[in-house]
């Protein structure tokens, strides 16, 4: 007779393989896979691997379980070397052509199922529409997306520089026309339009511990996703915990990329008032269960996200103790149809001890927005540039303690602080810095290391530390002037006009000295051409950056601590060189040359 202890024993972690060429009631074997990546994920238990051969499939896949633990996780991935494409649009044909550049094509609404992306508009809590409907749907050709028209009419006349489409929708059928310039017969194209609202997210909430690599992911019919609301991504983890999104290549969503994002509830989109909505909704989310055990400690890193109309990277309360490193997000909010109070390349709400680094964000309308209960955060080594429409950093009603440390920073405005208890080390802003005071919203601070709310407080302005920051040109501290905390400022540089505060006793004042900042583009690489003088670090002795320098942030009454608890010693430059730990030299680099020189900055 079998023990019964046998009976319990775990099974064997199983490879399920899918391929354009495979069957779903295949046993899903290399030899025999599977076609669809859903039915793979139907089958797949904790602890299995699911390997996706070379091709494109045309699917939304909702992982209907996750792991059990970190080490017991469900793991989606590309087989080696191949290139995998899934997308959340279908192609269409039957295109005829009207006057000018303009086809129509109809297409029966049965097409879509349940989900029709061009009858669902953009809508929810903080967005501007600008007077003029928009919607998920969207129209490709050979990959990049068109631009929705405003009107019928607008579709009807010749194409300028970009192209539009325009959609009605009936009750039988889906009309669109779209201008194909330059294409003498869209149907012998490649013309694709948005069908599902995303391409890798669970339906349900709770699927922890997946790992998601090495996909290409685009097309995806995102809805707006603010914070008082469920975010949904081109992928997202929909309130989980424990994700690894790695080397994905992530494009072409109408809203976001990655989601980390709020739960689903009857509040959704009825909360637009941050001094009251997000605070009940952040209640409401501590009454579920919004802890370090339900949520978060996710792991985002080395994706290209890039093409989205909201933001690259999101999260609402979701994003707690994650890691958001190596990322390249670019071109996010670039056509501005709509706008609204959500876009940046990473804008994340209560992004409590998370650590952003080694990301390299450009051409976004902002770089990185941390938008309440910023706390125990860590950004740095992050490469921002030609963020032109706002800035490179957007702080806005923490409370801290959070760190800023060894960024570049080179679009207009650099920083704009509109909260207290942060430290800003050893950076290189080349743009404005700015301080705004919040008297008019309470927000929420917490205990260490923890989501429990202390207590709520106004931004009078001020509790910031500034230590061996370098500035040039229209950046400076002038506007902490009028902080009404106390400032904490040594060892910063300023360049080429930038100006110092009255609250920093010996800065390093050169106003004719221009560094000549000028970044060099090669593919994927990226060098930063500077000129520094090392005799900065002889003429002013600057101290070592660590958690006792910085103190305590005045609100929480919290000192400054990494993510992970352990104290702060920045003791290590932008390329992880060793600093002098007597005299570190002010900005990202420790002892650079004296004069102009080239350093490669991207990637690391």
Same mark, same amino acid.
């Given at each position: 007779?079998?023990?019964?202890?046998?009976?319990?024993?775990?099974?064997?972690?199983?490879?399920?393989?899918?391929?354009?060429?495979?069957?779903?009631?295949?046993?899903?074997?290399?030899?025999?896979?599977?076609?669809?990546?859903?039915?793979?994920?139907?089958?797949?238990?904790?602890?299995?691997?699911?390997?996706?051969?070379?091709?494109?499939?045309?699917?939304?896949?909702?992982?209907?379980?996750?792991?059990?633990?970190?080490?017991?996780?469900?793991?989606?991935?590309?087989?080696?070397?191949?290139?995998?494409?899934?997308?959340?649009?279908?192609?269409? +044909?039957?295109?005829?052509?009207?006057?000018?550049?303009?086809?129509? #094509?109809?297409?029966?609404?049965?097409?879509?199922?349940?989900?029709?992306?061009?009858?669902?508009?953009?809508?929810?809590?903080?967005?501007?529409?600008?007077?003029?409907?928009?919607?998920?749907?969207?129209?490709?050709?050979?990959?990049?997306?068109?631009?929705?028209?405003?009107?019928?009419?607008?579709?009807?006349?010749?194409?300028?520089?970009?192209?539009?489409?325009?959609?009605?929708?009936?009750?039988?059928?889906?009309?669109?026309?779209?201008?194909?310039?330059?294409?003498?017969?869209?149907?012998?194209?490649?013309?694709?339009?948005?069908?599902?609202?995303?391409?890798?997210?669970?339906?349900?909430?709770?699927?922890?511990?997946?790992?998601?690599?090495?996909?290409?992911?685009?097309?995806?019919?995102?809805?707006?996703?603010?914070?008082?609301?469920?975010?949904?991504?081109?992928?997202?983890?929909?309130?989980? +915990?424990?994700?690894?999104?790695?080397? $994905?290549?992530?494009?072409?969503?109408?809203?976001?990329?990655?989601?980390?994002? +709020?739960?689903?509830?009857?509040?959704?989109?009825?909360?637009?008032?941050?001094?009251?909505?997000?605070?009940?909704?952040?209640?409401?989310?501590?009454?579920?269960?919004?802890?370090?055990?339900?949520?978060?400690?996710?792991?985002?890193?080395?994706?290209?996200?890039?093409?989205?109309?909201?933001?690259?990277?999101?999260?609402?309360?979701? #994003?707690?103790?994650?890691?958001?490193?190596?990322?390249?997000?670019?071109?996010?909010?670039?056509?501005?149809?709509?706008?609204?109070?959500?876009?940046?390349?990473?804008?994340?709400?209560?992004?409590?001890?998370?650590?952003?680094?080694?990301?390299?964000?450009?051409?976004?309308?902002?770089?990185?927005?941390?938008?309440?209960?910023?706390?125990?955060?860590?950004?740095?080594?992050?490469?921002?540039?030609?963020?032109?429409?706002?800035?490179?950093?957007?702080?806005?009603?923490?409370?801290?303690?959070?760190?800023?440390?060894?960024?570049?920073?080179?679009?207009?405005?650099?920083? $704009?602080?509109?909260?207290?208890?942060?430290?800003?080390?050893?950076?290189?802003?080349?743009?404005?810095?700015?301080?705004?005071?919040?008297?008019?919203?309470?927000?929420?601070?917490?205990?260490?290391?923890?989501?429990?709310?202390?207590?709520?407080?106004?931004?009078?302005?001020?509790?910031?530390?500034?230590? $061996?920051?370098?500035?040039?040109?229209?950046?400076?501290?002038?506007?902490?002037?009028?902080?009404?905390?106390?400032?904490?400022?040594?060892?910063?540089?300023?360049?080429?006009?930038?100006?110092?505060?009255?609250?920093?006793?010996?800065?390093?004042?050169?106003?004719?000295?221009?560094?000549?900042?000028?970044?060099?583009?090669?593919?994927?690489?990226?060098?930063?051409?500077?000129?520094?003088?090392?005799?900065?670090?002889?003429?002013?002795?600057? #101290?070592?950056?660590?958690?006792?320098?910085?103190? +305590?942030?005045?609100?929480?009454?919290?000192?400054?601590?990494?993510?992970?608890?352990?104290?702060?010693?920045?003791?290590?430059?932008?390329?992880?060189?060793?600093?002098?730990?007597?005299?570190?030299?002010?900005?990202?680099?420790? $002892?650079?040359?004296?004069?102009?020189?080239?350093?490669?900055?991207?990637?690391?």
């Amino acid at each position: 007779m079998m023990a019964a202890g046998l009976l319990t024993l775990p099974v064997a972690a199983r490879e399920l393989h899918v391929a354009t060429t495979g069957d779903d009631a295949h046993p899903g074997t290399v030899e025999k896979p599977l076609r669809t990546i859903q039915a793979a994920a139907d089958r797949a238990q904790p602890g299995d691997t699911v390997t996706v051969h070379a091709g494109i499939y045309r699917e939304r896949v909702d992982p209907p379980r996750g792991g059990t633990s970190d080490t017991n996780r469900i793991t989606y991935q590309a087989a080696p070397g191949a290139k995998v494409i899934i997308k959340g649009s279908e192609p269409v +044909k039957g295109w005829t052509q009207v006057t000018n550049d303009t086809w129509r #094509a109809v297409i029966p609404n049965a097409f879509f199922g349940d989900f029709n992306p061009f009858a669902d508009p953009i809508r929810g809590d903080w967005f501007i529409p600008k007077d003029r409907p928009h919607h998920t749907g969207a129209v490709y050709l050979d990959g990049h997306w068109l631009t929705e028209a405003a009107a019928q009419d607008a579709v009807l006349t010749p194409a300028g520089k970009a192209p539009l489409w325009f959609a009605h929708v009936g009750d039988e059928a889906t009309t669109l026309w779209a201008q194909f310039p330059d294409v003498e017969n869209p149907n012998q194209s490649d013309v694709e339009i948005n069908v599902r609202q995303s391409v890798f997210y669970p339906s349900q909430p709770g699927m922890h511990y997946l790992t998601v690599r090495g996909f290409t992911m685009m097309q995806a019919a995102t809805p707006w996703a603010p914070p008082t609301a469920e975010q949904i991504g081109l992928i997202g983890t929909h309130w989980s +915990k424990g994700w690894i999104i790695e080397n $994905n290549d992530i494009r072409y969503s109408v809203c976001t990329g990655i989601t980390l994002g +709020k739960h689903v509830d009857e509040f959704d989109n009825t909360s637009a008032n941050a001094a009251e909505g997000y605070v009940m909704t952040i209640e409401r989310a501590i009454a579920r269960g919004w802890t370090r055990d339900t949520v978060g400690s996710h792991i985002v890193r080395n994706n290209r996200i890039s093409h989205c109309e909201q933001a690259g990277l999101v999260g609402s309360l979701g #994003a707690i103790f994650s890691t958001i490193t190596g990322n390249v997000i670019h071109d996010i909010h670039v056509r501005q149809l709509f706008t609204g109070h959500e876009q940046a390349g990473i804008k994340l709400h209560a992004p409590i001890d998370t650590l952003i680094s080694h990301n390299h964000i450009y051409r976004t309308s902002r770089g990185i927005w941390l938008d309440w209960m910023t706390q125990g955060t860590q950004v740095t080594r992050n490469l921002l540039h030609d963020n032109h429409t706002n800035e490179d950093l957007f702080i806005e009603v923490n409370h801290g303690p959070f760190l800023v440390d060894h960024n570049i920073c080179l679009s207009r405005q650099s920083l $704009n602080d509109w909260s207290q208890g942060g430290a800003y080390a050893h950076n290189l802003f080349a743009g404005a810095v700015l301080l705004h005071p919040v008297l008019d919203r309470k927000t929420p601070f917490h205990r260490a290391h923890s989501t429990e709310i202390a207590g709520l407080e106004n931004i009078p302005g001020g509790d910031s530390r500034f230590y $061996n920051n370098i500035f040039v040109g229209n950046a400076g501290l002038s506007a902490y002037d009028t902080a009404t905390r106390p400032m904490h400022m040594a060892g910063n540089v300023f360049l080429a006009g930038a100006k110092p505060s009255k609250h920093e006793t010996a800065p390093t004042v050169m106003p004719s000295f221009d560094p000549a900042i000028r970044l060099q583009h090669a593919d994927d690489a990226v060098a930063l051409e500077v000129t520094l003088d090392n005799e900065w670090a002889a003429e002013t002795g600057r #101290a070592l950056v660590t958690t006792e320098l910085l103190g +305590k942030a005045v609100v929480p009454d919290l000192p400054f601590m990494r993510p992970d608890g352990a104290a702060h010693r920045l003791d290590c430059d932008y390329f992880g060189k060793p600093r002098d730990p007597q005299n570190p030299f002010p900005g990202p680099f420790q $002892n650079p040359k004296t004069g102009t020189q080239t350093l490669k900055v991207w990637p690391q």
